[in-house]
């Protein structure tokens, strides 16, 4: 399918860098939320990473000039659904609210819009009956920081047709992403299953007293070559998502393994949520 115009949906952490990557892919994008301040301060955001990026010479004028341009911003879901091709939904994660944008898009969206969602913790299928198109709805999962992470996780529902999937991962490698296929809807999908696990095993250490936080993360860093430690991830990724991850996995498994972890969770119940909030297992002050 000629996918040329591009709706992502929220305008947080993941919606703006997912929008910026789908304008400097070079698809007309509009970033659409229910609060226009979000949409600018998302913009202001996103004008001060390509600025950098230009800055730094890693980045044509011309070219991040020509993607702002084509990036343009909105607060109604409707008049924006009815111009996609494309529609990817990175909105909260609450499935009341993922259900009622997904009716709204099945009414508004072109017959032969696609419809996905980022959420790592809600399966399309959830959703896919509320857009009167289930054979067009699938999750394309994008990692943080969306605009330097190469994986997308594809996954598909029982009812995806195969055109859907091939469309959705021609768009991933546009941007410049490695698409993979996840073929069964599983909670986590491969990527934070498996971050899942070495969080786990690290949260255990340190509350065995095993070692320190900084150790463990400086371990995962020299001994394993991970880019970071799994601390300093919970943080990047936020400890808030980290505790929603692990109760949406918890309360679809009912596995002990899969119990949000009391380190994690009273770092939340303190409001300290990692990065975004200036401090979570490390402090960010200024
Ligand atoms: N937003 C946009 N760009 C960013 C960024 C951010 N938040 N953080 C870093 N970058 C860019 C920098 O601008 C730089 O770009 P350049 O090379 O073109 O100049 C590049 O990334 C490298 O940044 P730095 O040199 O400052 O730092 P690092 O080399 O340490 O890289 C990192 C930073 C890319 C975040 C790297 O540490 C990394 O890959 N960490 C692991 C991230 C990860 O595992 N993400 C997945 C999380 S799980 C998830 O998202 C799933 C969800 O469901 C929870």
């Known amino acids: 399918m000629d996918i040329k115009t591009i709706l992502v ?6 919606g703006r860098q997912i929008a910026t990557s789908c304008a400097l892919g070079g698809f007309t994008t509009i970033l659409q939320d229910i609060s226009g301040s979000a949409l600018d301060e998302a913009r202001a955001d996103l004008e001060g990473w390509t600025a950098r990026r230009v800055a730094k010479g890693k980045l044509q004028a011309e070219i991040a000039d020509a993607a702002l341009a084509r990036l343009s911003q ?3 879901l409707g008049a924006c659904a009815a111009q996609a091709d494309l529609v990817i939904e990175a909105a909260v994660e609450r499935l009341d609210i993922k259900r009622s944008i997904f009716a709204e898009l099945g009414k508004n969206a072109p017959a032969h819009a696609i419809l996905v969602t980022n959420s790592s913790t809600l399966a399309s299928s959830h959703v896919a009956e509320a857009s009167g198109r289930a054979s067009q ?6 990692f943080n920081p969306a605009l330097v992470m190469k994986c997308v996780e594809i996954v598909r529902n029982e009812q995806t047709s195969d055109e859907t999937i091939q469309s959705v991962m021609a768009v991933a490698r546009a941007l410049g992403k490695e698409p993979v296929l ?8 491969i990527a934070n299953r498996m971050m899942g696990a070495i969080q786990r095993e690290a949260l255990n250490l340190a509350s065995l007293g095993v070692a320190s936080i900084k150790d463990i993360d400086t371990t995962a860093r020299t001994a394993l070559g991970h880019p970071m430690g799994p601390f300093e991830l919970m943080d990047l990724v936020g400890l808030d998502v980290t505790d ?3 109760q949406a996995t918890y309360s679809e498994t009912g596995e002990d393994v899969d119990q949000p972890h009391p380190m994690v969770t009273q770092k939340v119940a303190e409001g300290k949520l ?3 909030s200036g401090e979570g297992f490390y402090e960010y002050r200024g």
């Open 182 to 189: 996840v073929n069964k809807e599983i909670p986590g999908f």
């Open 274 to 276: 990692g990065r975004k």
């Open 244 to 246: 929603f991850i692990a």
């Open 137 to 142: 709805v699938c999750n394309m999962h994008f």
């Open 74 to 76: 909105s607060t109604e």
């Open 9 to 14: 949906i929220g305008a947080g952490t993941m």
